[in-house]
């Protein structure tokens, strides 16, 4: 079973509007990261929140961690027609050896 | 140009083949894993290395065989090809779980089993 799961699982937006996406988990961590995944590439490391952070900033995102709901979001503002992508969560499980990653959330940006 | 270094890009193979999918990195991380990506599924770990010489399995590692010699590669093995390995593999390297640039991976490699 997966250690994080995104919701929702697609969204689409009109260019100039933010996307925000959702991510639980259900373990104890002590940190969770975001990446992003253009259609065939790999993945691209967005941002890292330790457990002990609240909110943290990355240009035009914003990611938010409540380990008290074992949950994270990721806020995509003034969005472009580049920002169309999957994004997934990920974190460290088994002692921090091992990164399960989410489903992912599948966001379509319209021109 | 520094980065995780996947061969092939692509591959087609039979049931029953076997294959070793390779994996490099020049960054010096210790933390090496491969992944599997299905539709609809995410990434599934098969694999990881916190080390040279150390290996530990992940999720779905029944098929796999990997093996660390090197810091710097992580060939990713498969047995006897199955069409349920029909996947896209990645392989992706860190300095430590928790390092602010989290994974770098590789660009992938797209199996078929037929």
């Known amino acids: 079973s997966q250690q994080g799961e995104e919701d929702p699982q697609a969204l689409s937006i009109q260019e100039g509007e933010n996307a925000t996406m959702n991510c639980s988990y259900k373990t104890s961590i002590n940190n969770l990261q975001w990446y992003r995944q253009n259609s065939g590439r790999g993945l691209v490391h967005l941002i890292l929140?330790?457990?002990?952070?609240r909110e943290k900033h990355s240009g035009r995102l914003r990611v938010t961690l409540d380990t008290s709901k074992k949950s994270s979001s990721l806020l995509i503002t003034a969005s472009r027609a580049a920002d169309t992508a999957s994004y997934f969560c990920a974190t460290p499980v088994a002692a921090g050896n091992k990164l399960t990653f989410g489903g992912g959330t599948r966001v379509l940006v319209k021109p | 140009n520094a980065g995780v270094t996947q061969t092939p890009k692509f591959q087609v193979l039979k049931t029953g083949q076997s294959m070793t999918l390779q994996c490099a990195q020049d960054m010096n991380h210790e933390y090496m894993s491969w992944y599997r990506q299905d539709p609809g599924m995410g990434l599934r770990l098969i694999h990881y290395s916190v080390g040279a010489g150390i290996t530990d399995q992940g999720e779905v590692p029944n098929g796999y065989n990997v093996s660390r010699s090197t810091t710097e590669d992580f060939p990713l093995r498969l047995l006897s090809a199955a069409p349920s390995q029909t996947s896209v593999y990645f392989c992706a390297s860190s300095y430590s779980i928790g390092t602010p640039y989290g994974y770098t991976f590789g660009s992938g490699t797209r199996l078929t089993v037929v």
């Open positions: 929140i330790r457990s002990n952070e």
